[in-house]
Nanobody, 126 residues
């Protein structure tokens, strides 16, 4: 099964941008739908976005639509999450997870994903 590692987080001012990476080892990501989730202090892990491997369909929760973009680079075995127009409420640890099926399905449930990485901290503050 794929092992995932997130990177790219940091401190950014409101309105700024970051690009997060989810790199896989041990298996190709082509067999998995990949979801991005985030967890703020004292809150549960919640879905942000998902990309399927079957047809490249992408999904976003309402709070990030139009601001975040998920993409996949099959050659590098990496999934990216581009974060734009960042807001203080986007502050959280961001995780990627692999769902052992090619479509996202009910992607908002962390329970359906596995192989979580260690997460990468995103802090939006002036």
């Amino acid at each position: 099964q794929a092992q995932l590692a997130e990177s790219g987080g940091g401190l950014v001012q409101p309105g700024g941008s970051l690009r997060l990476s989810c790199a896989a080892s041990g298996d190709t990501l082509e067999s998995y739908a990949i979801g991005w989730f985030r967890q703020a202090p004292g809150k549960e892990r919640s879905a942000v976005s998902c990309i399927s491997s079957s047809d490249g369909s992408t999904y976003y929760v309402d709070s990030v639509k139009g601001r975040f973009t998920i993409s996949r680079d099959s050659n590098k075995n990496v999934v990216y999450l581009e974060l734009n127009s960042l807001k203080p409420e986007d502050t959280a640890v961001y995780y990627c997870g692999a769902r052992p099926r090619p479509d996202c399905g009910s992607y908002t449930y962390p329970l359906f994903f596995a192989s979580w990485g260690q997460g990468t901290q995103v802090t939006v503050s002036s």
